[in-house]
């Protein structure tokens, strides 16, 4: 069965550093995979979306990840941060013989961006 | 287009009473899944429906139970509450691979 693991529960950076939120999938690869940000007491927003299209793929404000079969790894990154990037972070995969309604979640990674 | 609304935002229930949970789609999407998120175990998959028919359905008690009615809204139901129930339910609507989230309910069990 598919599983996700995201590195650190918390990470801090500083405003205008890079950032870098790890997830990493089980061996088999997944149909998609997908990153999303959660800001306090509201639902979740995808940041971006992997298809098999490309290995880099680039998301909203900036956000960027890149599939690594070799690493079963699919992490995602930020040049520069801002203090607005502050919230929870959450990569996912449908499963195999996934018909469209199904999400595997990570643990989920709280971003803050120190000033 | 609108996006997935869910009601109410917030619900305080006593233990044992029962609660349900609506969530109206993104027009036009024919799939609702169900979430729950704790801190304890994060974001665990509770069903989908398609077509007014479960399709998915994720490892929790048969206290959860769901239903999707043919203008694609949905409800779930949670009987019997225990303690352990608190937590956000979310619901996301999609059309294909992309799943798109509501704010979520926010229940309370005491």
């Known amino acids: 069965a598919q599983s996700v693991t995201q590195l650190g529960s918390h990470v801090s950076v500083s405003e205008g550093a890079l950032v870098l939120l790890r997830c990493n999938y089980s061996s088999s690869v997944p149909p998609y995979l997908f990153w999303y940000v959660q800001y306090p007491n509201q639902g979740l927003q995808l940041l971006l979306k992997y298809t098999s299209a490309a290995t880099l793929v680039k998301g909203i404000n900036g956000f960027e990840a890149e599939f690594k079969k070799s690493e079963t790894s699919f992490h995602l990154t930020k040049p520069s941060a801002h203090m607005s990037d502050a919230a929870e972070y959450f990569c996912a995969v449908s499963p195999e013989d996934n018909q469209g309604g199904k999400l595997i979640f990570g643990q989920g990674t709280e971003l803050s961006v120190k000033p | 287009k609108a996006g997935v609304t869910q009601t109410p935002r917030y619900l305080i229930k006593t233990r044992g009473q029962q609660v349900t949970l609506s969530c109206s789609p993104i027009s036009g999407h024919r799939s609702v899944s169900w979430y729950q998120q704790t801190p304890g175990q994060g974001l665990q998959f509770l069903f989908e429906?398609?077509?007014?028919?479960?399709?998915n359905k994720g490892n929790f008690p048969g206290r959860f139970s769901g239903r999707q009615f043919s203008n694609s809204r949905s409800e779930m139901n949670v009987s019997t509450l225990e303690l352990g129930d608190s937590a956000l339910y979310l619901c996301?609507?999609?059309?294909?691979?992309?799943?798109?989230f509501g704010p979520g309910t926010r229940l309370t069990v005491l």
């Open positions: 996301a609507s999609s059309l294909g691979s992309r799943q798109y």
């Open positions: 429906y398609f077509s007014e028919t479960q399709r």
